[in-house]
């Protein structure tokens, strides 16, 4: 082994290093209840992303090279199959949390009107909003009771100063209590069979 063959490897694994960060990075932005994205984080977000797809194309695209010429090949396996499972991770993440994490929706709330909101009630007494709040889509996630027609919701963080805790169920509509502006969630149930 010579140092003109162990410049390039170096080289290789730093990149392997900052892929793996933005990776973790990406995971983390996409889980449920950490997604909070303003107009203004799409300049951080977009040259990350661009960052990790052109290092990702580079690194699979020099590992097969080198390992169809022979070099390291199990340091080139591992390099590409690492690779392979930072992009795989990144799209499968998500679809696989609501699976593990939250069960069926049984209920469902939107209102579009003012602004986008919608809430999903899981059988498994957690919760998902998804809203915007001054040019802001955000994520929150916890869990909920329902108390003589009353919904009240418990957040895993921080509850924001727009979206409320407490609403009041009426027939096929959920009033909030405590928003900074009346906010009024049309109900949907979902029918098993």
Request: glycine share 6%; hydrophobic share 45%; aromatic share 16%.
């Amino acid at each position: 082994m010579n140092a003109k063959d162990t410049i390039p490897l170096i080289g290789q694994l730093l990149v392997l290093v900052v892929l793996t960060l933005i990776a973790s990075f990406f995971i983390y932005i996409i889980s449920p209840g950490n997604f909070m994205i303003c107009d203004k984080d799409g300049l951080i977000i977009y040259p990350l992303f661009l960052v990790f797809t052109i290092c990702s194309i580079g690194i699979l695209i020099n590992s097969i090279a080198q390992y169809r010429k022979g070099k390291w090949r199990a340091y080139r396996l591992i390099s590409i199959g690492f690779t392979i499972s930072l992009i795989v991770s990144i799209f499968i993440f998500r679809p696989l949390y609501f699976l593990v994490v939250f069960d069926d929706v049984i209920i469902k709330l939107e209102e579009n009107e003012q602004a986008y909101i919608e809430l999903e009630l899981y059988e498994n007494k957690r919760f998902y909003v998804d809203y915007f709040e001054s040019g802001c889509g955000i994520e929150k996630v916890g869990t909920y009771q329902i108390i003589n027609d009353q919904l009240l919701l418990e957040y895993d963080s921080n509850k924001t100063s727009y979206f409320g805790k407490l609403f009041k169920i009426e027939e096929n509509e959920a009033v909030c209590l405590d928003c900074d502006i009346p906010v009024y969630l049309k109900m949907s149930f979902n029918n098993k069979n």
